[in-house]
């Protein structure tokens, strides 16, 4: 199979590239600079300029899936200007891979779009929230982002392809993103939870999250899918965990949600939110995960 992937080079984007590799897949990634374009026989880079409009077209030849991730990182100041930027580049990403599909000959069936858990609303009473049963109702920035993404990605199927949104938790990896942070005041002895330390963390390993997205792709699957490992905990606990990890001490108090929204602005909806999303709707489509429990994951990205 030949796959076409967008922010192929990002945490994410790249796990599954090497993934796809491993399996004896060809992947081809899309980039904004020409020292990133590689033409090896199961990796090629090809240019695209999501604010111009352009794009190689070369990109989808003989590319039978497309997986978009790319967008601007929503960890940031959320000025107004920042969060134009990234509700754009995810919107306008989308719609350049759209026309570049119609107005093109092509053998691709099937397109597998990034999304997060955070299309759902701040529950704290821990119902498990599954796709198809909750609607998403979430009023917040990041959920407008995510519910916008979904919308235009849903425009694939009008063009007769298979169409997929996975709806990314918190990712825990070895090489940076979430984990690192939230691990790093740990290790100096300044770890704590966040505001009243009760909010659902619904996360997942990147091994498992990348085995969800080529796993969709192999079973030509489509609709929503949370890609959340089974047993989500909340702040406090996990923090205290990735202490027990570490053997060092989580024993500050939590920092209080006043204190979090002053440093981070509209931002600390990310940090605060409480989403316990449900993966059962991919397990029973034959998923199996290889990192269910937070500890068996931090022992392998911590020790």
Request: net charge neutral.
């Amino acid at each position: 199979m030949v796959v076409l992937i967008t922010g192929a080079t990002g945490l994410v984007g790249s796990k599954i590239s090497e993934d796809l590799r491993s399996q004896g897949h060809r992947v081809h990634y899309l980039t904004t600079r020409k020292s990133a374009v590689k033409n090896e026989a199961a990796y090629k880079g090809f240019l695209w300029d999501v604010k111009k409009g352009t794009i190689d077209a070369s990109c989808i030849h003989g590319v039978e899936a497309i997986i978009h991730l790319a967008g601007e990182t929503v960890f940031q100041k959320w000025t107004d200007d920042a969060k134009k930027r990234i509700l754009n580049s995810r919107i306008n990403s989308t719609e350049l891979l759209l026309r570049l599909l119609q107005e093109s000959d092509h053998q691709v069936k099937q397109v597998v779009t990034a999304s997060a858990i955070g299309i759902y609303p701040d529950d704290q009473n821990g119902q498990a929230l599954r796709e198809n049963e909750i609607p998403p109702t979430a009023t917040n920035f990041l959920a407008d982002v995510c519910i916008a993404w979904e919308e235009v990605g849903a425009k694939f199927q009008d063009l007769g392809l298979k169409h997929a949104a996975v709806r990314i938790g918190i990712v825990l990896s070895d090489k940076g993103g979430a984990l690192d942070q939230m691990a790093k005041p740990v290790k100096f002895y300044a770890g704590t939870g966040f505001g009243n330390g009760k909010m659902w963390q619904s996360w997942i390993a990147i091994e498992d999250l990348s085995g969800i997205f080529i796993h969709i792709l192999k079973n030509t699957l489509e609709g929503n899918y949370n890609a959340v490992a089974p047993h989500p905990i909340r702040n406090r606990p996990m923090m205290e965990l990735i202490g027990k990890v570490l053997g060092k001490p989580v024993f500050l108090p939590n920092v209080p949600e006043f204190v979090m929204k002053l440093m981070l602005g509209e931002m600390s909806s990310i940090v605060l939110a409480s989403q316990h999303a449900s993966s059962a709707k991919i397990q029973e489509k034959g998923y199996q995960f290889h990192y269910p429990e937070l500890e068996g994951a931090l022992k392998e990205y911590l020790e």
